[in-house]
């Protein structure tokens, strides 16, 4: 049985072999509350199909911004996003919480 990261890992290599420009956002680091672990994958190539998540919401919408950006240049990118304990209500978490994400290319 294939994992959720082999799925992710394989959509990233049928893609590239395909021809398309593609990028790997991993989360590398969390404090406070985050909705996906450190780990956690979204794949994107260059026609802006995407598998996987990061996060949620528009942290995922500004990833795959991101990851167009990344495979458009070739330069790796790291981006952090967080909510403040006071705001966290207003978008879903019980808790306010960063996260750190790393964007590459894949060649």
Request: hydrophobic share 40%.
């Amino acid at each position: 049985m294939a994992s959720e990261l082999d799925d992710i890992l394989n959509q990233a290599a049928l893609w590239h072999d395909a021809g398309r420009g593609v990028a790997l956002a991993t989360v590398v680091r969390t404090w406070g509350s985050s909705p996906r672990p450190i780990g956690s994958h979204l794949v994107v190539n260059s026609e802006g199909d995407f598998a996987g998540s990061v996060s949620g919401g528009c942290i995922e919408g500004e990833v795959i911004t991101e990851a167009l950006a990344t495979i458009a240049e070739g330069r790796s990118r790291l981006l952090e996003f967080g909510v403040s304990d006071e705001r966290a209500w207003e978008v879903g978490l019980s808790c306010g919480g960063r996260v750190q994400i790393y964007i590459e290319k894949i060649t």
